[in-house]
């Protein structure tokens, strides 16, 4: 396994990822349940968010405690599958400054095209989480962090549901510093840029467009 990869493979979150798979599951259960194990594996990729010791006092006693530290982290969705997973991260870290970026695949050449940018300030002092369902190709996420790089984003993590071995390998060619947390690394991709098991397409499942 790519050193750069990290797969969470706690029950809880593989039960949930099987449901999601199944054709016939429901949009309204497949939405909860990405909303929910987003927040399990919220747990993987915040794990060396920077914590400072603070004074405070208990019902029976004065103790130091442990609080995040620096600048609030900022949560960067992959419009508009990603917003699935920003809901459950923001019930975590409701203090996250929160980002936006639309990249549409073309489905020709697979390649990303950009039609949205919105992105909090100071990312160069922030811990910054690059939200997106699934990693196929690799291309709109290698875009997502050119992009954000470019405003002085230095500390990211990029955390997906599924990925596939060549999205894997792609995002290690481009950026071998941006550690990736997924659920399940898959098999391989379709002739049409799709992952294989995979769930289909995340953003017309969580939606309900077709």
Known sequence: MPDHLTIVDHPLVQHKLTIMREIATPTATFRQLLREISQLMAFEVTRDLPVTMRDIETPLCKMQGIGLAG??????????????????????????????????RDEETLQPMQYYFKVPQHLDKRTVIVVDPMLATGHSSAAA????????????????????????????????????????????????GYIVPGLGDAGDRMFGTK
């Open 71 to 104: 600048h609030d982290p900022a949560l960067i969705s992959i419009l508009r599958a990603g917003n699935g997973f920003l809901d459950g991260m923001l019930d975590l870290i409701p203090s996250a400054r929160v980002g936006f970026v639309g990249l549409e």
């Open 145 to 192: 962090i050119d992009l954000l790089k470019r405003k002085g984003a230095r500390n990211i993590r990029l955390m997906c549901l599924v990925a596939a071995p060549e999205g894997v390998a792609h995002m290690g060619e481009k950026h071998p510093d941006v550690p990736i947390v997924v659920a399940a690394l898959d098999d391989h991709l379709n002739e049409k």
